[in-house]
Each structure stands twice: as structure tokens, then as C-alpha cells.
């Protein structure tokens, strides 16, 4: 059974960093695609970032490109979502995700899902 479990959330001043990890385990991965996804309150879930476990096309939504990071620790198995000059507007719960084919921008693209990790950007 394929879990994801994040971890590296919590409270960070506008202009900080933070780095999320997704720690991935009982699958292969290699063949599979990750995401990373975020919902704020009140507001649908929204994606973030997805690169393909070996390698390949990255994905970023335009809110987040050029300040956001996605990176995968193969040997570990783990994904990563660097994340700099954070704004208020980035406070979420951020969500990992697996997706078992394709590289999507789209949550019903994705088979697996950790139970999420809370980032809250103060102003």
C-alpha cells in the first residue's frame, strides 16, 4: 500500500522560506509522477507543482513559479517543495500526491495522497 506522509509546515513571516518533504513508501515510484498540491480555506484545492519520479518535465502553476521548487531524493524516496518568498497567499495545507501514469496539473490525476501539512505565511 503506498503512503505519503509530509512533513516541514508551520508559521513563517512574508518574504521566508520553507521546505516541505513527502516521504513516499510501498511502491516502486520510478515510473510514477508527484505532485504537490494546496487548499486554503474556504477555496478549492489547487496545484502547485508535479515532476516525474526519473526525471523530466516540471510543472508549476504560475502563482508560484520562480518562487517554488520541487525536487525528488530518489535513493530516499522522498519529494521535496522548496519554497521561497512566501506570501500570505501561500497559507495552506499542502497536500503530496502519487499519481501510478501521466504527469497532471490536475488532482484527479493522482491515485495517492498524504494527509497533508499546514503552512501559514504571516504579513
Known amino acids: 500500500q503506498v503512503q505519503l506522509v509530509e512533513s516541514g509546515g508551520g508559521l513563517v513571516q512574508a518574504g521566508g522560506s520553507l521546505r516541505l518533504s513527502c516521504a513516499a513508501s510501498?511502491?516502486?515510484?520510478?515510473?510514477?509522477?508527484m505532485g504537490w498540491f494546496r487548499q486554503a480555506p474556504g477555496k478549492e484545492r489547487e496545484f502547485v507543482a508535479a515532476?516525474?519520479?526519473?526525471?523530466?518535465?516540471?510543472y508549476y502553476s504560475d502563482s508560484v513559479k520562480g518562487r517554488f521548487t520541487i525536487s525528488r531524493d530518489i535513493a530516499n524516496k522522498k519529494v521535496y517543495l522548496q519554497m521561497n518568498s512566501l506570501k500570505p497567499e501561500d497559507t495552506a495545507v499542502y497536500y503530496c500526491?502519487?499519481?501510478?501514469?501521466?504527469?497532471?496539473?490536475?488532482?484527479?490525476?493522482?491515485?495517492?495522497w498524504g494527509q497533508g501539512t499546514q503552512v501559514t505565511v504571516s504579513s
Open positions: 510501498g511502491g516502486t515510484f520510478y515510473s510514477y509522477s
Open positions: 500526491a502519487a499519481a501510478i501514469s501521466g504527469l497532471s496539473t490536475s488532482g484527479s490525476g493522482y491515485d495517492y
Open positions: 515532476k516525474r519520479w526519473n526525471g523530466g518535465n516540471t
